[in-house]
C-alpha cells in the first residue's frame, strides 16, 4: 500500500557503507516534499533519523547521512556498526493522498 | 524531556471502537507541535493515522479518514484517538508521537501499544 518503496534489506560488515533508497513519484518526492528517515530497533518506537533530506537532529551520529534527488531519496550509514542494526524508514508527504506516507522499509543486518 | 505514554485496551472485538489516549508529560500538549498516532502491524511497516493541533485543526489518513477521530484534552494535556468499525486488520502496536517545530518528521515518541482486534 506504501507509496514509498524501499529495498527489504541490506547487509555489509562492520566498518563498511550501506545506503538505503527511498523511490517515490511525482506526488511525493518528486513533488518537492522533506524526505524524512528513521531508524527502528526491535520492539521500540521509531528513532528520528534525518529530516529536511539531509539534515541530522541533535545527537544523531554523523555516520548517518542522507541525500534526495528526482523522485527518490538515500540513507547512507557509513563505519557500520553492530548496533546499528535495525529496520529503517524513510517519510514524506504526498499530495494526491493530502497524507504523510511512510516507506516500506529496510532491515539492516551487520554481517 | 517530553514524554508520551499510550494507554487503553489490549484487545477490541470485531465491529467494536478501538479508543486510546495519549498523556503527555514533561511540556504542554498546547504549543506550536501537532500531535500524531501512527500504527504498525505485526512484521509490517508504519503507516501514518493523522494529527491534531491544539487550535482545533485535525488532519487524517484519506483511506481511514471514515473511521478515525482524534480529538485533544488540554485539562488533561493528553490526546485520543478513536477507530470505528474495527477489524482484523487494524490490529497493530500503535504510537502516539509529536510532530518536531522544524519538520514534519516526529521527534517524540511513545513506547506503542499493541492493540488485538478478535472476538
Known amino acids: 500500500q506504501s507509496v514509498l518503496t524501499q529495498p527489504p534489506s541490506v547487509s555489509g560488515a562492520p566498518g563498511q557503507r550501506v545506503t538505503i533508497s527511498c523511490t517515490g513519484s511525482?506526488?511525493?518526492?518528486?513533488?518537492?516534499?522533506?524526505v524524512l528517515w528513521y531508524q527502528q530497533l526491535p520492539g521500540t518506537a521509531p528513532k528520528f533519523l534525518i529530516y529536511?533530506?539531509?539534515n541530522r537532529p541533535s545527537g544523531v551520529p554523523d555516520r548517518f547521512s542522507g541525500s534526495k534527488s528526482g523522485t527518490s531519496a538515500s540513507l547512507a550509514i557509513t563505519g557500520l556498526q553492530a548496533e546499528d542494526e535495525a529496520d529503517y524508514y524513510c517519510?514524506?508527504?504526498?499530495?494526491?493522498?493530502?497524507?504523510?506516507?511512510f516507506g516500506t522499509g529496510t532491515k539492516v543486518t551487520v554481517l | 524531556q517530553v514524554q508520551l505514554q499510550e494507554s487503553g485496551p489490549g484487545l477490541v472485538k470485531p465491529s467494536g471502537t478501538l479508543s486510546l489516549t495519549c498523556a503527555v508529560s514533561?511540556?504542554?500538549?498546547?504549543?506550536?507541535?501537532?500531535w500524531t498516532w501512527v500504527r504498525q502491524p505485526p512484521e509490517k511497516g508504519l503507516e501514518w493515522i493523522g494529527e491534531?493541533?491544539?487550535?482545533?485543526?485535525?488532519n487524517y489518513s484519506p483511506t481511514l479518514k471514515s473511521r478515525v477521530t482524534i480529538s485533544l484534552d488540554k485539562s488533561k494535556n493528553q490526546f485520543s484517538l478513536n477507530l470505528t468499525s474495527a477489524t482484523a486488520a487494524d490490529t497493530a502496536v500503535y504510537f502516539c508521537?509529536?510532530?518536531?517545530?522544524?519538520?514534519?518528521?516526529?521527534?517524540?515518541w511513545g513506547q506503542g501499544v499493541l492493540v488485538t482486534v478478535s472476538s
Open positions: 491534531i493541533h491544539h487550535r482545533g485543526g485535525a
Open positions: 529536511a533530506n539531509t
Open positions: 517519510q514524506s508527504y504526498d499530495s494526491s493522498l493530502s497524507g504523510y506516507v
Open positions: 511525482s506526488s511525493n518526492i518528486g513533488a518537492g516534499y522533506d
Open positions: 508521537a509529536r510532530k518536531s517545530s522544524y519538520s514534519y518528521g516526529y521527534d517524540y
Open positions: 514533561g511540556g504542554s500538549i498546547s504549543t506550536i507541535h501537532w
